[in-house]
Each structure stands twice: as structure tokens, then as C-alpha cells.
């Protein structure tokens, strides 16, 4: 089956960001399909090319790698600098990745994907032209999550925003999301059918039994308690809450704090940090993810955090499964579904979002409890090679395709 995704933030294996889709689309070609990627050269993350510089066909290189092949198109660069700029970020791909799926052939699936919602209306654009089914996959609630945190204030982009929004769910053949708290949401916006196949990891990338001491003596980490941040630097990640639980940790020299990624927000994080005087704290840069697992490795515990933001509790983060994959103790300032998941296998500690003093009373809790932080590692990988790896979806999403492929258009 070839199957066209069209993916602006798409990331390979051996970049920075998330790279769920390439590791799916890997695991697809080893059974045999083949997959065209449309993407963008601009990293997601950071907001800088990715060193290979492409222009629009005829003249459109590609790479491809076990039956995989990735195009990137021309997409604006500025998208950093404001909303507005990343709304024109969004438009160029939305044109460029068009122009580059129509000169892909012999397409039997479409997959668009979002955020950002706009490449959704291209991907069903082609899927029409194509005569091919549409598969929508929704990553998060685009737009009501920039609602919430702010980020798109504008009631007439709003209207718009949320008409593409319900005309994409009631156009899909299927919508796919990756987080039951997701389902309610696009049934209700329009959506037809809807299927889960949830975040995951590959627990093949991380060993739980490493030190991670290679990593601890390339950033004079030894003998620290590593409490590691591993994403994104932006608005939604509310890392001025783990600033704050910092200071309050400061009597304790044993601990450090490790946020590793980049974004928007990192400069001013920084910043705070140094007018703070935090010497507990280390700011990192983002590793491909195929240096990941000795990053993760060198972690006593793994922090993930969002603002407390009540669409929040719908989401599945793709790094509370690499976290647990590594075998590392979660301490999770997210509510709702993922609570759930990591409090079922006893996998990590929840702390209510927003609160710096019970994120420091985590952590400290667990500098002083190692044998619970182990055990809790150990709960994690267990339950992602037994419910949430890479191998065992990407034989759901086989499955899911070839449904798709099959049923009448």
C-alpha cells in the first residue's frame, strides 16, 4: 500500500522533536507498504532548518531510507517570532505541500495530521483529487488548545478555525487520535468514526538498566539526583513552575534539575533562572532522538508538566512513554487520562499541576525513597512493552490502514 502522509512538524529518528511518525512509517515499510512524507525543512522545535535545503518542484529532492521517502518542501522560516508569523508558516506549507503531493502517484491512503490543522485541508484536498480515502489524525484539539493557553485570542480566527476544524472531522473517512480523552471532543465537532491508536515508545531505543554516566560526565552531572525535563520550551509547558520548585529545592545540593529541548519560551527561562540564582538547575539542548536513551539513562526521575489547563487532562504525552520506556520514575504535574495510566501501573508520582511546592516535595520524596523510584521504573517499561510499544501499534495502524484502504469510498 503507498500511503501519502502530510506532516509540516514531522521529525526523523535522528533529529530532535517528536518522532512517532517515523518510527511508525519504519515499521510500516518492514511489512511492506511504501510511505511519501511531505514535510517541512524547518525544525518544529527549534525554528531552524534542518541543513538540507529543498525548493518547490520540479526540482524537489527526497531521501529515503527502508522503503520511507521524505520530502520537504518550502515552508516560511520566521514562524518564531509571533503568532502571526507562524500563521504564514503554516499557509506556505499548506500551498508548497500541496504542490508537492500532487506530483506524488499512485496514492491508496491519505494521512493528514494536526497541529497545525491547515495541512489537514490540504491532505483532503489531494485524498479527493487522489480518489483515496482521508485519514485525519488528530495529535491534540487544535484550536480549543491555543484558546486555552492564550495563544489565539482573535474571535473571527477563532470562527474560522473551528469551521476547518468540524469541516475536516465530518470529511474524514476516519479520524484517528492519539489519546482516549480525545474521542468526546471530535464526536461531538463532527467526526464520524473515530479509532484510538495511542502514543507509545520503543523500548528497544532505551535501556533501563544503563547509569547513563557517559551523559552525567559530558555535563559534570556525577553524583547528582537528575530530575530531567526532556520537550519542548513553550508556553503549554509551564516550566516556570519547575523554576520555582528549583529554589525551593536549593538546601538540597544533591539534586539537580536538567531541562533538555528547546523552544520559544527557553530564552526567558534562562533568564529567570540566572536572575533566580538556581545553581540547581541546567538548561540542555535538544538531542536527536536516537541519542535520547543515554539522556534518559542518566535520570533518577522524569518530569512532565503542563499548565493547569482543564483540556490538558485529554492528552497522551508522547514523553511520559519515553520516560517510562527508560525505566524511569514519572513525576507527572498532568491531570486527567494520563494520571490515570501512570497511577494504574504505579509507574510514577502525580503532583497537581501548577504547584511548585508539591513538585519539590516529589522530588525530594523520591531522592529520599530510591528503592520506590526504582520500583516505579521498572512498573513503567513493564506496562509500555506489554501495552504501548512502537511494534504493537504500528501493527494496530497497519491494520487500521488497510480497513481504510478497503472500505468503499
Given at each position: 500500500?503507498?500511503?501519502?502522509?502530510?506532516?509540516?512538524?514531522?521529525?526523523?529518528?535522528?533529529?530532535?522533536?517528536?518522532?512517532?511518525?517515523?518510527?511508525?512509517?519504519?515499521?510500516?515499510?518492514?511489512?511492506?507498504?511504501?510511505?511519501?512524507?511531505?514535510?517541512?525543512?524547518?525544525?518544529?522545535?527549534?525554528?531552524?532548518?534542518?541543513?538540507?535545503?529543498?525548493?518547490?518542484?520540479?526540482?524537489?529532492?527526497?531521501?529515503?531510507?527502508?522503503?520511507?521517502?521524505?520530502?520537504?518542501?518550502?515552508?516560511?522560516?520566521?514562524?518564531?517570532?509571533?503568532?502571526?508569523?507562524?500563521?504564514?508558516?503554516?499557509?506556505?506549507?499548506?500551498?508548497?505541500?500541496f504542490m508537492s503531493g500532487m506530483r506524488v502517484k499512485q496514492v491508496e491512503v491519505v494521512w493528514g495530521t494536526s497541529p497545525p490543522i491547515f495541512q489537514g485541508l490540504t491532505a483532503w484536498a489531494l485524498a479527493r483529487l487522489k480518489g483515496a480515502p482521508f485519514l485525519f489524525e488528530v495529535r491534540d484539539l487544535w484550536p480549543a488548545f491555543a484558546v486555552g493557553v492564550g495563544v489565539l485570542r482573535h474571535r473571527p480566527l477563532i470562527v474560522a478555525a473551528q469551521v476547518l476544524e468540524r469541516f475536516l472531522y465530518s470529511h474524514a473517512d476516519l479520524v484517528l487520535v492519539n489519546s482516549p480523552g480525545f474521542i468526546a471532543h471530535v464526536q461531538a465537532h463532527g467526526a464520524r468514526q473515530v479509532t484510538l491508536l495511542p502514543n507509545g515508545s520503543d523500548p528497544a531505543m532505551f535501556d533501563p538498566d544503563s547509569s547513563g554516566n557517559e551523559f552525567r560526565r559530558a555535563h559534570n552531572l556525577e553524583g547528582k539526583f537528575i530530575a530531567l525535563y526532556a520537550g519542548a520550551h513553550g508556553l503549554s509547558n509551564d516550566l516556570n513552575t519547575v523554576l520555582d520548585a528549583a529554589a525551593i529545592l536549593q538546601a538540597r545540593p544533591e539534586i539537580a534539575l536538567v531541562?533538555?529541548?528547546?523552544?520559544?519560551?527557553?530564552?526567558?527561562?534562562m533568564e529567570r533562572a540566572a536572575h533566580m540564582g538556581l545553581q540547581n538547575v541546567r538548561f540542555l539542548p535538544p538531542l536527536p532522538k536516537l541519542e535520547m536513551g543515554q539522556a534518559l539513562a542518566a535520570a533518577n526521575a522524569c518530569i512532565a508538566i503542563l499548565k493547569p489547563i482543564e483540556l490538558y487532562k485529554t492528552v497522551y504525552p508522547n514523553k511520559v512513554f519515553d520516560y517510562m520506556a527508560a525505566g524511569r520514575a514519572v513525576i507527572l504535574a498532568i491531570d486527567g487520562v494520563i494520571r490515570e495510566v501512570v497511577e494504574g501501573c504505579q509507574a510514577g508520582v502525580f503532583v497537581p499541576p501548577g504547584d511548585a511546592q508539591r513538585l519539590a516535595e516529589a522530588i525530594a520524596w523520591l531522592v529520599d525513597n530510591p528503592q520506590a523510584a526504582q520500583t516505579m521504573g521498572r512498573n513503567g517499561r513493564k506496562t509500555v512493552e506489554e501495552r504501548f510499544s512502537r511494534d504493537k501499534l504500528a501493527e494496530q495502524l497497519a491494520g487500521i490502514l488497510d480497513s481504510l484502504r478497503r472500505k468503499p469510498q
Open positions: 500500500m503507498h500511503i501519502l502522509l502530510i506532516h509540516q512538524a514531522f521529525a526523523s529518528i535522528d533529529e530532535a522533536g517528536g518522532t512517532r511518525h517515523h518510527e511508525l512509517a519504519l515499521r510500516l515499510a518492514e511489512r511492506g507498504h511504501r510511505l511519501t512524507i511531505i514535510a517541512s525543512p524547518i525544525s518544529y522545535l527549534t525554528g531552524k532548518a534542518r541543513g538540507r535545503t529543498e525548493t518547490l518542484p520540479p526540482n524537489l529532492p527526497a531521501y529515503a531510507q527502508q522503503g520511507v521517502t521524505i520530502l520537504r518542501c518550502y515552508t516560511y522560516s520566521a514562524w518564531h517570532r509571533s503568532f502571526f508569523h507562524r500563521l504564514i508558516s503554516f499557509f506556505s506549507f499548506m500551498l508548497s505541500s531541562l533538555l529541548g528547546d523552544g520559544k519560551e527557553k530564552p526567558a527561562l
